[in-house]
C-alpha cells in the first residue's frame, strides 16, 4: 500500500534554514504539498505542486523535490513556523490523497 | 470571503450513526470538488472520502468504506458525510476542504467539527 513518511520531529534554531523530508513512492509521480498545522487548527496549504506558495505565504517556505523524497525548507525560520508539518501527495491510483504522518518542527 | 463551516459532530456510542454537515459561502459550491478529512486526538491527518463537483465521481479510504456515505446538495450549497457502524477509532475532528485556488490540492478547510465515539 502507498506510504509517506516523514521524520517525527525536527527542531532548528531560530533565523536558520531547516529542511523537513517526506519519502514515498508515489513521489515519483505525483507532486507532494505541504500543510503547516498549529495546535487547534486547521491545517494551512503552505506549498504545492513543483515549488508553489499559496498567496499569503511568506517566500521563507520553499519545496523540492528529487526521486521518492519531496522535501520543505524553510529558510531563516521564525518562532511563528513553529508546528506540525504534514505532506500530502496520491496514493499509487492517483484517486486517494494521501498523508504523511507528520513532523513536529521546534524552533529553539 | 471564501468559507466552510462544519456541524454535526457530537458524542455517539460504538455502532451508532451520525451525520455531518459542511455548508460552504463565498464560492459558487457547484463547480468545487470536496473531500472529507479526519485527524484523530493527538495523530495525523487522514483523508476521508472525496466527490466530485456534481456527485457522480466518489471515493472513500478502505478504513470508512461500506460504512460512510459521502453527498452533497449544491442547491443548498452544502455537503455531507453520513457515518454509520462508528467505532472509537473514528474519534476525530472532521474537516471539509476544498481545492477552491486550483491549486490541485485542497487549499480551503473548515475549522472541523469533533466527533466522539465512546459508550
Known amino acids: 500500500s502507498s506510504e509517506l513518511t516523514q521524520d517525527p520531529a525536527v527542531s532548528v534554531a531560530l533565523g536558520q534554514t531547516v529542511r523537513i523530508t517526506c519519502q514515498g513512492d508515489?513521489?515519483?509521480?505525483?507532486?507532494a504539498s505541504w500543510y503547516q498545522q498549529k495546535p487547534g487548527q486547521a491545517p494551512v496549504l503552505v506549498i504545492y505542486g513543483k515549488n508553489n506558495r499559496p498567496s499569503g505565504i511568506p517566500d521563507r517556505f520553499s519545496g523540492s523535490s528529487s526521486g521518492n523524497t519531496a522535501s520543505l525548507t524553510i529558510t531563516g525560520a521564525q518562532a511563528e513556523d513553529e508546528a506540525d508539518y504534514y505532506c500530502n501527495s496520491r496514493d499509487s491510483s492517483g484517486n486517494h490523497p494521501l498523508f504523511g504522518g507528520g513532523t513536529k518542527l521546534t524552533v529553539l | 470571503e471564501v468559507q466552510l463551516v462544519e456541524s454535526g459532530g457530537g458524542l455517539v456510542q460504538p455502532g451508532g450513526s451520525l451525520r455531518l454537515s459542511c455548508a460552504a459561502s463565498?464560492?459558487?459550491?457547484?463547480?468545487?470538488?470536496m473531500n472529507w478529512v479526519r485527524q484523530a486526538p493527538g495523530k495525523g491527518l487522514e483523508w476521508v472520502s472525496y466527490i466530485s463537483s456534481s456527485g457522480s465521481t466518489i471515493y472513500y479510504a478502505d478504513s470508512v468504506k461500506g460504512r460512510f456515505t459521502i453527498s452533497r446538495d449544491n442547491a443548498k450549497n452544502s455537503l455531507y458525510l453520513q457515518m454509520n457502524s462508528l467505532r472509537a477509532e473514528d474519534t476525530a475532528v472532521y474537516y471539509c476542504?476544498?481545492?477552491?485556488?486550483?491549486?490541485?490540492?485542497?487549499?480551503?478547510w473548515g475549522k472541523g467539527t469533533t466527533v466522539t465515539v465512546s459508550s
Open positions: 476542504a476544498t481545492d477552491y485556488y486550483g491549486s490541485g490540492y485542497m487549499d480551503v
Open positions: 463565498g464560492f459558487t459550491f457547484s463547480s468545487y470538488e
Open positions: 508515489s513521489l515519483r509521480s505525483y507532486y
